[in-house]
Nanobody
Framework: QVQLVESGGGLVQPGGSLRLSCATS????????IGWFRQAPGKAREGVIC????????AYANSVKGRFTISRDNATDTVYLQMNSLKPEDPAVYYC??????????????????????WGQGTQVTVSS
């Protein structure tokens, strides 16, 4: 059974940093694209950043380029979202998600939430002074 469990959310001041974790189990991450999404109250779910582990390719929303990075711990199959220089527009519930790639394990990942098959429960990020 595939499980994704996010952690690491919380309150941070503008300009601060947070690292979110997504512990995965029940699958081989090499066959999935990994994405982080966020949803603020009253807004649509937004793709933030993604990675295809087998190729190392990534994609970013323009709003987070240069501030957010995605990484994976191969030993534990945990995925991380490092968020730096947090802004007042970044608060949201952040979700990690996985998209099955099948045989196309080297293709570019995408930021459309409809493409993703498995989701975590989300973790709240608040940015406030």
């Amino acid at each position: 059974q595939v499980q994704l469990v996010e952690s690491g959310g919380g309150l941070v001041q503008p300009g601060g940093s947070l690292r979110l974790s997504c512990a995965t189990s029940g699958l081989n991450l090499d066959y999935y694209a990994i994405g982080w999404f966020r949803q603020a109250p009253g807004k649509a779910r937004e793709g933030v950043i993604c990675m295809t582990p087998s190729s190392g390719s990534t994609a970013y929303a323009n709003s987070v380029k240069g501030r957010f990075t995605i990484s994976r711990d191969n030993a534990t199959d945990t995925v991380y979202l490092q968020m730096n220089s947090l802004k007042p527009e970044d608060p949201a519930v952040y979700y990690c998600a996985l998209e099955r790639l099948g045989l196309m394990i080297f293709r570019q990942c995408g930021l459309r939430f409809e493409e993703y098959d498995h989701w975590g429960q989300g973790t709240q990020v608040t940015v406030s002074s």
